[in-house]
């Protein structure tokens, strides 16, 4: 783990990519999981869930490599805030960091209960094809987990945007992209 440093201002490269990939991975899954299943039952279907399968399967490695790069190489800067608030962003990064381990492994298993079809090349077969509540309530634990992520990521943002327009104190600044 690389030491503080206090004369940095900026998050390295690495570290703002692994960020903002993050959250516009996490957008657009969820925009994608709410037209899913707009679609026709078929091939178009289909696709559109692979779509949506294949983003979490990006997902879950972007997180684990933004995991492995903030304990190994990440640049860290000296803490935002004191006391509380300092406690509550790391409850809010570590949170967010938990549940999106757990929405790409509850997503997994949900793939593997459902049994699905990867873009009509390849068929992952159902877990208990017969037990039809095993997919359904796998799937609203999925569903439950991506609402919780947007409302914490709701008060991450928030919480930057207030730094930024109340408080002005640069923490914003920290995670945009320098050239």
Same mark, same amino acid.
């Given at each position: 783990m690389q030491p503080i440093s206090p004369i940095r201002k900026h998050y390295d490269r690495a570290t703002i990519f692994f960020h903002w990939a993050t959250a516009l991975l996490v957008a657009g899954q969820w925009l994608g999981a709410q037209v899913i299943d707009w679609f026709p039952s078929g091939p178009l279907r289909v696709d559109a869930r692979s779509v949506h399968i294949t983003g979490g399967v990006i997902l879950a490695a972007l997180l684990f490599a933004r995991i492995v790069w903030r304990g190994t190489g990440g640049r860290r800067l000296p803490l935002a805030d004191r006391g509380i608030l300092n406690v509550a962003a790391k409850a809010t990064h570590w949170g967010?960091? *938990?549940?999106?381990?757990a929405m790409v492994l509850v997503?997994?298993?949900?793939?593997?209960?459902?049994?699905?079809?990867?873009?009509?090349?390849?068929?992952?077969? *159902?877990?208990?094809?017969?037990?039809k509540?095993?997919?359904?309530?796998?799937?609203?634990?999925?569903?439950?987990? *991506?609402?919780i992520i947007l409302g914490l990521a709701g008060v991450h943002a928030a919480a930057a945007l207030f730094h930024r327009i109340v408080w002005k104190d640069g923490v914003l600044e920290r995670m945009v992209w320098r050239s």
């Open positions: 967010l960091y *938990a549940l999106l381990a997503g997994l298993f949900l793939v593997w209960a459902r049994g699905d079809s990867i873009f009509n090349i390849f068929t992952i077969p *159902a877990f208990d094809p017969a037990n509540n095993i997919p359904k309530q796998t799937g609203e634990i999925h569903e439950t987990i *991506a609402w």
